[in-house]
């Protein structure tokens, strides 16, 4: 009786962990963005729940739209040099990046699809990402292969293999990076990863 309520119990934690831990985050985010701005608005006089909110994201807004012009990308990217020589700042700084690229349209854009290869050596599974594709004098197709590394797939390595040494994975390049970020604990799509890998 006291395992049976156990497990019921246990189940109603579980399903209720998620949406519990989404609003936990979605608290966290609004309070952050209402928090960068409400200092200014309370000088102001205005007290109103959400306009700190909205003021954050119209100043994001137009400092995206500063940063994608030439003076812009030129004081950023002089920002990021200076960053990049404070020692700590430095190590936090490049690291909050990669994991922000990693989900970035860029990355995502610069993966051509997903497959599986053989490595590090031959009966190793390894989801990677194709880059490029080239054929050299005989014909013979390649794949230019990222091999990214778990929990941050922006690092990694770089391989270049025959085409038909590789396994294309039915999924999206988004997909494949969720699996590879979660460490294999979210398969891709609605199959399980294994599925993807032939019988020996």
Do not use: C
């Not at 395992?3 to 209720?16: D, E, H, N, P, S």
């Not at 700084?93 to 497959?115: D, E, H, L, P």
């Not at 999206?172 to 032939?198: M, N, R, T, Y």
């Amino acid at each position: 009786m006291l395992l049976k309520l156990r497990k019921i119990i246990l189940t109603g934690l579980f399903a209720v962990l998620p949406i519990a831990a989404t609003v936990w985050i979605l608290r966290i985010i609004f309070l952050f963005l209402e928090g960068m701005t409400s200092p200014i608005l309370k000088r102001l006089g205005v007290e109103i729940p959400g306009v700190g909110l909205l003021l954050t994201l119209v100043i994001i807004f137009l400092l995206g739209l500063f940063v994608t012009n030439v003076l812009g990308k030129r004081l950023f990217a002089w920002g990021e040099r200076l960053l990049h020589n404070i020692p700590m700042v430095s190590t936090i700084y490049s690291t909050i990046k990669q994991i922000t690229n990693a989900f970035s349209g860029a990355t995502v854009r610069s993966f051509k699809k997903v497959i599986f290869i053989q490595y590090p050596r031959k009966g190793l599974w390894t989801m990677s990402f194709v880059t490029n594709e080239s054929t050299n004098a005989f014909g013979d197709e390649y794949y230019h292969v990222f091999v990214p590394t778990t929990p941050n797939p922006t690092s990694g390595v770089f391989t270049i293999i025959l085409r038909e040494d590789a396994i294309l994975a039915d999924i999206s390049v988004e997909e494949g990076l969720k699996a590879i970020i979660s460490g294999g604990i979210l398969d891709p799509g609605d199959k399980p990863i294994s599925s993807f890998i032939p019988k020996k």
